[in-house]
């Protein structure tokens, strides 16, 4: 079993910045891949970033690219989120997930189907 807790979720003027953090333990070290996911309200679950934890590139939402980095903390156990220009539409419920035994080749770390562990989630709002 996994478990994961995010936060550093906030509210935010369009342009500023959030650092989302997410610690995870349990069995964390035979996780396959880990990303961050986003839902706003009436929208489906997508994918913002994600990597193979056995090394290789990070990939990220064509939304959030050149804005949204994704990094790690292997000696804490915690992913981060690193939001910078931040506009109204990333306004989301984001996610936290980690993978056990998916494939997590290429892009499809940021598929819901890679994953199989959830943080409950951290609100991110942005006005205008």
């Known amino acids: 079993q996994v478990q994961l807790v995010e936060s550093g979720g906030g509210s935010v003027q369009a342009g500023g910045s959030l650092r989302l953090s997410c610690a995870a333990s349990?069995?964390?070290?035979?996780?396959?891949?880990m990303g961050w996911f986003r839902q706003a309200p009436g929208k489906e679950r997508e994918g913002v970033a994600g990597?193979?934890?056995?090394?290789?590139?990070?990939y990220y939402a064509d939304s959030v690219k050149g804005r949204f980095t994704i990094s790690q903390d292997n000696a804490k156990n915690t992913v981060y989120l690193q939001m910078n220009s931040l506009k109204p539409e990333d306004t989301a419920m984001y996610y936290c997930?980690?993978?056990?035994?998916?494939?997590?080749?290429?892009?499809?770390?940021?598929?819901?189907?890679?994953?199989?562990?959830w943080g409950q989630g951290t609100q991110v709002t942005v006005s205008s």
């Open positions: 349990g069995y964390t070290y035979s996780l396959s891949c």
């Open positions: 990597f193979y934890t056995g090394g290789g590139s990070t």
């Open positions: 997930a980690a993978s056990y035994g998916g494939s997590c080749r290429g892009a499809r770390v940021l598929s819901r189907r890679e994953y199989n562990y």
